[in-house]
């Protein structure tokens, strides 16, 4: 399936934060893949929001040097200003995605084919945009708890997100599973919620416990994916 392996792991990451380079330096030294969705029309450092919960700053990284940080990495649409596709009219949504598809390609010099949505939020219209502007896979927030492989990549549903309750039992199922079928692990979330909760630890104990096993393929969205 993925090299001769039946397991994948993969991880995505949204909105092209600071915290981003700490995450990119983890996934780096575990060696495992990841896909940052990124918002080319606001990605500046003078693009900035308050977290809602803790109260911090986070701020959008600048272009320059970005290539660079994400090297191993996918890069995919967030949508070009993280823009709600439901408040979208046609005209807009078409140019959210394919202004920030042309962007990123441009910039980090690869075709962008994933994408992300903004807030999590879809319906027909924007599926209907998303297909037209060549993207192949959209990952949705809705975590499925599970591993078997998804038919409809334009609705994809995530295994969990990094805070999930449910994440390290899930991954104790997911590395036991012997049944001979395809399985993939699939976590999301924002590199600025560890600041925000305090919790690096938490993605340094996910990544010991799935790193280094020669059973699992280790890839972007993209190579996992498609």
């Given at each position: 399936?993925?090299?001769?392996?039946?397991?994948?792991?993969?991880?995505?990451?949204?909105?092209?934060v600071?915290q981003?380079?700490?995450?990119?330096?983890?996934?780096?030294?575990?060696?495992?893949?990841a896909t940052?969705?990124?918002?080319?029309?606001?990605?500046?450092?003078?693009n900035?929001?308050?977290?809602?919960?803790?109260?911090i700053?986070?701020?959008?990284?600048?272009?320059q040097?970005?290539r660079e940080?994400?090297?191993?990495?996918?890069?995919a649409?967030?949508g070009l200003?993280?823009?709600?596709?439901?408040?979208?009219?046609?005209?807009?949504?078409?140019?959210?995605?394919?202004?920030d598809?042309?962007?990123?390609?441009?910039?980090f010099?690869?075709?962008?084919v994933?994408?992300?949505?903004?807030?999590?939020?879809?319906?027909?219209?924007?599926?209907?945009?998303?297909?037209?502007?060549g993207?192949r896979?959209?990952?949705?927030?809705?975590?499925?708890?599970?591993?078997?492989?998804?038919?409809?990549?334009?609705?994809?549903?995530?295994?969990?997100?990094?805070?999930?309750?449910?994440?390290?039992?899930?991954?104790g199922?997911?590395?036991?599973?012997?049944?001979?079928?395809?399985?993939?692990?699939?976590?999301?979330g924002?590199?600025?919620?560890?600041?925000?909760?305090?919790?690096?630890d938490?993605?340094?104990?996910?990544?010991?416990?799935?790193?280094g096993?020669?059973?699992?393929?280790?890839?972007?969205?993209?190579?996992?994916l498609?």
């Open positions: 399936m993925w090299n001769g392996k039946k397991k994948a792991v993969t991880f995505s990451y949204d909105d092209g600071e981003d380079r700490r995450l990119v330096e983890l996934f780096n030294a575990y060696g495992v893949k940052f969705n990124l918002n080319s029309g606001i990605q500046t450092g003078a900035s929001f308050v977290e809602g919960r803790s109260g700053v986070v701020r959008r990284m600048n272009q040097g970005l940080l994400y090297k191993g990495h996918e890069i649409s967030h200003t993280h823009a709600n596709p439901q408040d979208c009219d046609e005209e807009t949504l078409y140019n959210e995605v394919l202004a598809k042309r962007n990123l390609e441009h910039l010099e690869q075709k962008v994933g994408y992300a949505y903004p807030y999590g939020c879809y319906h027909d219209l924007s599926v209907k945009v998303l297909s037209d502007c993207i896979y959209a990952r949705t927030v809705e975590s499925t708890d599970a591993f078997a492989l998804q038919s409809d990549l334009l609705h994809f549903k995530p295994c969990y997100h990094h805070n999930d309750d449910r994440i390290f039992e899930g991954i199922r997911f590395l036991a599973q012997e049944t001979g079928e395809p399985s993939l692990l699939y976590i999301w924002h590199s600025y919620e560890f600041d925000a909760d305090q919790n690096w938490r993605m340094e104990k996910i990544l010991k416990q799935l790193a096993r020669s059973d699992i393929f280790y890839g972007t969205n993209a190579e996992v498609l």
